[in-house]
């Protein structure tokens, strides 16, 4: 339906074939990718090229409508040299990846006959997306920064989407963007005001150096935000435990149970791996959101410090805008030095 | 439950029996919400202490009140288009120069935008202004500026008492804010907007409900400019709407029952998704397929009405279809409308060719035929920007009209190879539209097709695109995909039962009912499987829980053919369904299909006038004279023969339609050649018309040997207007006993000579002591919900035992004579809404719903009865008597005595008031027609100024065709008077019952008691 542009530029889609459930795809095509806003951060994109590595759809449209149009989606994919299929009846593939999970899989095209048993052991031969190793594909490999105001935050890049860089923008704070594996040092020499764990793709197990870098922080008591990928980590370096969900929850329609005042949210989500809701136990945070559907955990807060994370995705794009606040939440912890209520 | 008129002193005096704890408003549209509104004002909430469940009156109040609106989306940060509320012309004009013209006028707590209207000119302005002013209950209108290119985005809100609050489902106007969302061709979800634009609505809607307060549910519509993001709040529906229903229905969330439980305290996060069972209520449907919801129009039944579409909503009734692209959803909803369409292009007599400057005028002014003009245009080579800038569709839905046009040439230039029919099913082309461009018919394509392994697979509407497991029975077929979400049956088991398709005049939620209780008579007796086939969006019998399954689709041949191979039913049952699915009756037949309860043929028989007019004539039954049409030369030799009027009808129609009371040689031959066309297959029979007699009406419902008689029926009007327009009674009270015999003896004679097994409906003409049959249906008739009521005796669950085989209990022929109860059944209008519609009242049906009354007495029913459709009764005041021909005039003479008596003040055109004059019945005031307006006292000044509160206006159709000459000023007093919300009464047997109500009520108030609950008869 919408967010294709933001989801095929998500980077926690990085290494993985993107199937739609929405049978019409491409409708308002792509926007013109140049434009930025005044911070220099794209306006309608979450990184700088898709991330996934391939696109299976329904129906593709061919031509598309919209008033900030540059190019249809076929146009683009074929301009980044990313795979993709039409003509697909999506709804079966969703209902084989609800029995088993997310599966390994393969998109070939051919003039000739497709023999599906070469195929399938080329695919056994490959690297596992499990094992893979994301992390220096997605991060930036130096600092950037956006906007000069005086007090900053800084993002730990595991994958960083630009919405986060803007909602941060949002709130009346500099940006620095740095590696997924720099140092608690390499933290504070910025002097941030807070820091945002962000975003990004695989297991959290595989970023053993920002879980490093997280449990300083939580040692500092540095005000952090964690989001999805991030959250996992955060809930890493205070003692919880993560696992892979059977099954994974992506979409734009996900409600989510706000324990403190009650509230239900729909939020964005995507993400295959989750806090494991029994470790919260003996770990620093207390359960702060949970999913309405599975009783997944959604948020957690710390204890004591400062320290708030979320599952989902607050920043949107793809998505709702309902959670917007918990950046402003992660304002409230820096600037009152109290976890912020609603 | 109660039968009465929802108005404020009706329903004050049923909270005082009551004693209600809450109140709820949302859920019986309009009508309740101002009611509810009226209830505040008067201090009756406050006295009783009713709470009022779901949004209070106060975030009612700030939705309906436009300025109230609008001040309090400026406060919650939702922008609004420039406007002010008027309550005069003068300042109207003031506001409409500021704003600059177009502008458009909305009217303050009305229906379907009903009195409003976009002004381009001081003259428009003049006239729209003081129809709305009339239309509004306080008297207010507010001129806006004028954005009719934008596009109309809504979204649907569920909100609890503790503001959670989701989206269900939202929604784009394919014809933009040009046409009313009613009379928009409209698709969930939303296909051009982008992520961007979609959030920035859902969260401005979102805010909006908070900050009015929204509890349950409520529909937000908004403008959006196609050239940037810039958009606007229209207004907000903080009650159940048509859109809500769609909504229901497009994703499977049940909106009205939700806001129920959440108008009693639940909260969102607290209710289960009805659906997956196991999931909750607080979410957001996600759809992986796409909705087009089509409105229907009646326009060919109003001659004179003006069919462009804009603010005001002229529809009567709507389809919705599920596929998995626009094409396909497109195609089977103009299919569903049962218009005589099979699709977008390839339809019978679809080779007219209209040239460049005819098509360019109607993309810019569009009326109900706008997509085929599209079409056209697309054939003649225009472009896909000019098309979008003529008419405001986005460009992206041109785009996929013109892939369905150019599949038709592809299908007329190429061969008809697998790849080609599969891709042409995906664009939701029929067989039948296949066939007639490939000079085939329909038969042999579905053979074709079948024999490539080109077949439709069958898809569940789940909530959540499948991404969680759901047990769900809500089905919809498409060819847009290649895996079937549920199996084939390979044992044969199950009933189906067919629905009546849109609601449209002659057919609305009457055929609805029957449908649901078929389903639950069958269900009662041990059918353990029934399936329901329907398209309709805004009725019961497409709830899903209706049923055990049920199939959201077309009703035409090809699908059900597709579904029954897929369900593999012991039958199908289409008696319930109207005249959509008793049509359907000898073509499932032909197919080899198992119709469960009467036999085909005899269907056939009773619906072929020539054949039933045979059978009559060996059972000695009476029945006018009537000869089938062979020739015109035969015609007019049995027209002059039996001498005019005679009337001209089409076997096989409902409600009348190319059905025609002719009374000249002229008007025989061009309603002969109408009745041809609306039924080819069907002979056309021409029957001499009886003048002044009664029309009588029995529904029954019969096993074949043992017949139950429901009622017997009286029309209140004499017999030439049409059943379902005619005002009827329970008891007969016209009729003497040997008369009562004879009905019921013929009664009991067709429906067992037919071998009826199941519902029917038999007509009748009494005339000087003589009974003749006019019609037999042998299916569910509009009247049976209205008979089953009054009977306190179901019909239709009583007709679900003969369907299955089994016998109907023994039950007296003359129970209905001992029921002391008067029912009243009074046709609703809509004329108000279709401008230029003439409501004089004919053989053809324009009536668009009804309302029942009950009461102790014929007046008693009767006063109830038409304040609920209405109708104001003053206890005093002036009425205007204008009456056509010396018949007529003799006839409202005790009319004109009784109302004289009652103290009513009595004006009357020039020849009317010299009959009453010469007839010394007092003091009448002469008044002059529209035509003469320098002639004073006029009478369009004394409608406007509100000087009379009630008209008679027999025209003197007797022995005129309509509209020739004099009787155009008739129209303009019935016109002016129905855009002014003043009753007018066209026959003379109305203005005599509505006298005699009046005087009634001067001295008896109206009975208030519940309605009984059915009797258990076996």
Known sequence: MVGYTEALTDPSYSGQILTLTYPLVGNYGVPEKSITDKDGIPKHFESDKIQATGLVVHELSETASHWNLSMTLDEWLYNEKIPGISGVDTRSITKKLRERGVMMSLLAVSETEIDERELKSKLENVPKYSDEEFMDIVSTSDSKTYGNEKESIVVIDTGVKNAILRNIRRIGFKVIQIPWNSSIEKVMSYKPKGVVISSGPGDPKKCPKTVETAKSLLKQNIPTLGICLGAQILGLAGGADTYKLKYGHRGQNKPCLNLENNQVYVTSQNHGYGINPDSLKNSEFNLWFTNTDDKTVEGIKHKEKKCIAVQFHPEASPGPYDCMYIFDELKNLMEEGTPGKR | ?1018
């Open chain 2, 1 to 1018: 439950m109660y039968l009465l008129p929802v108005v404020p002193e009706y329903v004050e005096s049923i909270i005082e029996s009551e004693q209600p704890d809450g109140l709820m408003l949302g859920f019986g549209g309009q009508t309740a919400l101002n009611c509810g509104v009226k209830l505040e004002d008067l201090g009756i909430l406050k006295k009783y202490g009713t709470r009022v469940l779901g949004t209070s009156i106060k975030g009612i109040q700030c939705t309906e009140d436009r300025q109230l609106f609008k001040d309090t989306m400026i406060q919650c940060g939702v922008p609004v288009l420039k406007s002010k509320a008027v309550t005069t012309f003068q300042d109207a004009k003031k506001v409409a120069k500021e704003l600059r013209y177009p502008v458009i006028i909305r009217v303050a707590y009305t229906l379907g935008g009903k009195g409003g209207g976009i002004a381009h000119n001081e003259i428009e302005l003049y006239e729209i202004v003081g129809r709305g002013l009339a239309a509004s209950m306080v008297g207010q209108i507010l001129i806006e500026e004028y954005v009719g290119d934008w596009k109309q985005i809504e979204y649907e809100v569920m909100q609890d008492y503790d503001g959670n609050n989701i989206i269900v489902c939202n929604m784009e106007n394919i014809l933009a804010m040009r046409v009313h969302t009613g009379d928009n061709i409209v698709v969930a979800p939303s296909q051009t907007i982008d992520n961007h634009e979609y959030h920035m609505l859902r969260t401005a809607a979102l805010r909006a409900s908070k900050h009015v307060g929204i509890v349950g549910e409520c529909n937000i519509q908004f403008a959006l400019d196609p050239n940037s993001d810039k958009y606007a709040a229209i207004e907000i529906n903080p009650r159940l709407s048509r859109s809500s229903a769609l909504a229901s229905k497009a994703t499977g969330y049940p909106i009205a029952y939700m806001s129920a439980k959440i108008g009693l305290g639940y909260s969102l996060p607290e209710l289960a998704n009805s659906i997956t069972k196991t999931t909750t209520a607080c979410f957001e449907p996600a759809l992986d397929y796409i909705v087009c919801k089509h409105p229907r129009w009646d326009f060919a039944k109003f001659e004179r009405a003006n069919r462009t579409l804009g603010p005001t909503m002229k529809s009567v009734g709507e389809v919705m279809a599920v596929g998995r692209s626009f094409e396909e959803s497109l195609q089977k909803s103009i299919r569903m409308l049962e218009i005589r369409k099979d699709g977008l292009v390839a339809n019978r007599n679809g080779n007219e060719t209209y040239d460049e400057e005819s098509i360019e005028n109607h993309l810019l002014n569009m009326d109900d035929n706008v997509l085929y003009y599209v079409a056209a245009a697309l054939k003649k080579g225009l472009s896909i920007d000019r098309i979008y800038k003529l008419s405001a569709i986005d460009p992206w839905f041109l785009e996929k009209i013109k892939n369905i046009v150019d599949m038709e040439q592809r299908l007329q230039k190429s061969e008809l190879e697998s790849k080609l029919l599969r891709e042409a099913k995906r664009l939701g082309f029929s067989d039948r539209q296949i066939g007639r461009i490939t000079d085939k018919d329909e038969f042999q394509i579905r053979k074709i097709r079948k024999e490539k392994g080109i077949a439709p697979v069958v898809k569940q509407i789940d909530t959540l695109a499948a991404e969680w497991p759901a047990k769900t029975n809500y089905l919809y077929l498409t060819y847009g995909g290649t895996e079937n979400d549920l199996p084939s049956r390979t044992k044969q088991e199950g009933v189906v039962v067919l629905g009546a398709g849109p609601y449209r005049i002659g057919s609305s939620v009457e055929f609805d009912w029957g449908t649901v209780n078929m389903v639950w008579g069958l269900q009662e007796n041990g059918e353990k499987q029934v399936t329901v086939i329907n398209c309709n969006p805004e009725t019961v019998s497409t709830d899903y829980d209706i049923c055990d399954r049920l199939y959201f689709e077309e009703l035409t041949l090809e699908r059900i053919l597709d579904i029954l191979e897929i369900e593999n039913p012991k039958g199908v049952v289409t008696s319930v369904g109207g005249q959509t699915s008793n049509n359907l009756t000898p073509k499932l037949a032909k197919n080899g299909v198992t119709l469960l309860g009467t036999d085909s043929q005899d269907v056939d028989i009773a619906e072929n006038r020539s054949k039933f007019s045979h059978v009559l004539d060996t059972l000695h039954i009476k029945q006018p004279q009537w000869q089938a049409f062979s020739s015109l030369f035969e015609a007019k030799k049995f027209a002059t023969k039996v001498g005019y009027p005679v009337l001209v009808r089409p076997s096989y129609v409902l409600s009348g339609a190319a059905m025609k009371r002719v009374w000249s040689q002229e008007g025989l031959k061009k309603f002969l050649q109408e009745a041809v066309d609306v039924s080819p297959d069907h002979p056309v029979v021409i029957t001499k018309f009886m003048l002044n007699s009664l029309e009588v009406e029995v529904d029954g419902v019969s096993d074949g040997k043992n017949v139950v008689i429901g009622a017997i029926i009286e029309h209140i009007e004499s017999a030439g207007i049409h059943s379902g327009d005619a005002m009827m009674c329970i008891p007969p009270w016209r009729m003497s006993n040997k008369i009562i015999e004879t009905i019921t003896d013929y009664t009991v004679k067709i429906a067992t000579s037919f071998n009826i097994r199941g519902p029917f409906n038999l007509q009748f003409l009494v005339q000087s002591g003589q009974v003749y049959v006019i019609e037999l249906n042998i299916r569910a008739s509009r009247s049976m919900p209205f008979v089953s009521k009054l009977m306190r005796m179901n019909l239709i669950n009583l007709a679900s035992l003969p369907i299955l085989g089994k016998p109907l209990p023994e039950i007296p022929h003359d129970r209905w004579k001992k029921i002391h109860t008067f029912g009243i059944k009074v046709p609703q209008f809509s004329f108000m809404q279709l401008e230029g519609a003439d409501m004089v009242l004919g053989v053809e049906m324009q009536s668009t719903g009804e309302v029942a009354c009950f009461g102790t007495s014929f007046y008693d029913a009767l006063s109830k009865g038409l304040i609920s459709a209405g109708y104001t009764l003053p206890e005093k005041g002036t009425v205007l008597i204008t009456i056509g021909g010396s018949e007529n005039k003799e006839k409202i003479l005790q009319t004109a005595l009784l109302l004289k008596k009652l103290d009513y003040k009595i004006l009357a055109t020039e020849h009317t008031a010299e009959f009453l004059s010469d007839k010394r019945i007092g003091e009448i005031d002469v008044v002059y027609k529209i035509s003469e307006p320098d002639r004073k006292p006029n009478i369009v000044d004394l409608l406007y100024k509100r000087e009379i509160d009630f008209i008679i206006n027999v025209p003197s159709t007797s022995t005129l065709e309509k509209y020739v000459g004099m009787l155009h000023d008739e129209y303009q007093i019935r016109r002016k008077a129905v855009e002014l919300g003043i009753p007018v009464l066209t026959t003379t047997e109305l203005a005599d019952s509505f006298a005699k109500t009046l005087e009634w009520l001067k001295n008896n108030e109206t009975t208030k008691k519940p309605l009984e609950p059915y009797e258990n008869l076996y």
